[in-house]
């Protein structure tokens, strides 16, 4: 069944015939499932009173695994965002009370972020909801094809630089 991106490279074949336009197969569906997945999870988590950066920091925090929390450069670098977005992020959390910031015990200059108890009992809460959720939405991939993928995605992402957290 043809989709969106079969109609668009059909088109520029029709007009552009002398042009591979091969590259669109991929980039273009990247690009599409990239804002169609966007929009499933950001619903998800509104269903559930968050926005999908808020658990995407409460997450981060969570998987540290660490009771003395995060700094701010380390929740930056993990979420991607300048020093001013997280710190308004940090911000937000603390006045929900899902986050509060601590003195680094091995530094006194720093402040470490750490979940409260009310954040990671919301982040253990809503990780299976949202792992079920994910599992819908590759509901129509076989368990063969996700393997198959998983792979293929990383050694793409990895030739663009992505290795790492850091």
């Not at 979420?79 to 006045?95: E, H």
């Not at 470490?112 to 909801?129: H, S």
């Not at 063969?144 to 290795?163: M, N, Q, W």
């Amino acid at each position: 069944m043809p989709d969106a991106v079969d109609q668009i490279t059909a088109a520029w074949r029709e007009q552009r015939p002398d042009v591979d336009t091969s590259p669109m197969e991929i980039f273009g569906r990247l690009s599409r499932l990239g804002r169609l997945c966007d929009k499933e999870l950001s619903d998800f988590f509104r269903i559930h009173g968050l926005e999908r950066w808020e658990f995407d920091v409460l997450a981060t925090l969570r998987r540290a695994g660490n009771e003395s929390g995060l700094s701010a450069g380390a929740l930056n670098k993990a979420a991607m965002l300048t020093s001013g977005a997280i710190t308004n992020r940090i911000d937000r959390l603390t006045a929900k009370g899902w986050v509060a910031r601590v003195p680094d015990p091995t530094d006194r200059r720093a402040i470490k972020v750490v979940l409260t108890d009310t954040g990671r009992a919301l982040v253990d809460k809503l990780l299976p909801l949202h792992m079920e959720n994910e599992h819908r939405l590759l509901a129509t991939l076989s368990p063969i094809d996700r393997e198959s993928l998983i792979p293929l995605l990383r050694k793409f992402a990895e030739s663009l630089g992505d290795t790492s957290l850091d």
